[in-house]
Structures are given as C-alpha cells and as structure tokens.
C-alpha cells in the first residue's frame, strides 16, 4: 500500500529556477495538500485543494502555484526558486471532512543555492 | 501569537520515566485535535486523536481543556522508541495547523 508518493526525495535548485514536486495518493482521498517544514516553524500549509478541480491558498501561498491534475494528483511549482524556499515539503492527503487523518508523503527535501 | 503553540523541549528523560508535553492553540472554534509523532528526517504519522473527554492508547493519554485551550499528552513508562519529535495539531477552519513540535529523547 503506497499511501502518499512524492517525488523527487532530493534536489538542488540555482535561484530563478523553476521546477515542479509531483505528488500521488492512492487512498481515494478528496483533500490534498502541501505543506513546507522549516526548523522552528512547525509545519505551514501553502495550498490545499478540498476536491479535484479545486484549490485554496493557505498560509504560506506566495512563490508557488499548484494543479490538482486529478483526484490522485497534486502538484507544487515553483516558478523561480529563491533562498528562502530552501525547505522539507510535504504532500499529504485525507478523507474530505473535519478530523479526518492526514497522511504525509516522506517528504522532498529542497535546497536552493 | 502563534495558531498552535509547543515548549520545543528537549525533554531528555530516562526509561521508564513519565513525561507530560502541553500545547496551547488560539482559535477557541477548533474541533478537532491530534498528536502526531515525527521521527528524524521521517514524515509524521498520527500517534493519536485528543477527545474532549480524554483518551487512553497503552502508554499514552491524551487531554483536552477547552476552557484553557490546550491539550497534553503525557507517555508513561518511557522507551527508548518513543524518542522522536512530538506535533501538537489542531483542526483550523479548512486545514490543520501544527505546532513547531517537543522532541523528546529517552535515555537508557
């Protein structure tokens, strides 16, 4: 049972770099959601989407864009990397509702140079 | 302030020892509240939900107080196992915020 995949695990970025974390869940969750882990900070949400087809900015949204290609799929871009994204992401999903479990994926560690 | 507030720790305890960690949250409409357990470098996974009458799950019990707006839960009977950072998570409006986490380490 894969649960929450993401890729990749690793990757170094030079500033103004784009690239895109892939994430896929297989427990036919409707929520899903990105989240950046940074010493400190606990985990802060950049964007959830409820549903496929809809997405939400949470806490931290600016720098990233994402797409619920499918009810399996959400991705993260970043369109032009900077220093400050240098970060541990995590994917993660849930049964649509209040109190429902989050999985996380095992997360995609950033560094941008 | 803080959504979701945690003591950092560390909290270095011996085995068998009883450790208690305390969160405080901000938003009195929260419904919902967890404890997840994050190992170094590893993904969090649910340790366990919090009901507003308390629950027990082997060597843990989990609090709620609403009226102080803070949830605790205290480890009985240390492992060496239980080592790892604690996250304090509380249901917001559409999402779950996260305290930055208590790392506690158990010492033989």
């Known amino acids: 049972n894969a649960g929450v995949t993401q890729t990749p695990k690793f990757q170094v970025l030079k500033t103004g770099q784009s690239m895109t974390l892939q994430c896929a869940q297989d427990?036919?969750?409707?929520?899903m959601y990105w989240y950046r882990q940074d010493p400190g900070m606990g985990l802060r949400l950049i964007y959830y989407?409820?549903?496929?087809?809809?997405?939400d900015k949470g806490e931290v949204p600016n720098g990233y864009n994402v797409s619920r290609l499918n009810k399996r799929e959400f991705s993260l871009r970043l369109e032009s990397a900077a220093p400050s994204q240098t970060s541990v992401y995590f994917c993660?999903?849930?049964?649509?509702?209040?109190?429902?479990?989050?999985?996380f994926g095992e997360g995609s560690w950033l560094t941008v140079v | 302030r803080k959504e979701v507030e945690q003591d950092p720790g560390p909290f270095n305890v011996p085995e068998g020892a009883t450790v208690a960690f305390n969160c405080t949250y901000s938003?009195?409409?929260?419904?919902?509240f967890f404890w997840y357990r994050q190992d170094c470098r590893k993904e969090p996974k649910l340790l366990m939900s919090?009901?507003?009458s308390g629950n027990e799950d082997g060597r843990f019990t989990a609090q709620l107080n609403r009226a102080s707006q803070y949830i605790s839960l205290l480890i009985r009977d240390s492992k060496l196992s239980d080592s790892a950072t604690y996250l304090c998570v509380v249901n917001g409006f559409n999402d779950m915020r996260f305290g930055a986490g208590t790392r506690l380490t158990v010492k033989p």
């Open positions: 427990m036919n969750h409707n929520s």
């Open positions: 989407s409820a549903s496929e087809g809809t997405t």
């Open positions: 993660a999903s849930s049964a649509q509702g209040a109190g429902n479990t989050i999985y």
């Open positions: 919090v009901y507003s």
């Open positions: 938003n009195s409409a929260s419904q919902s």
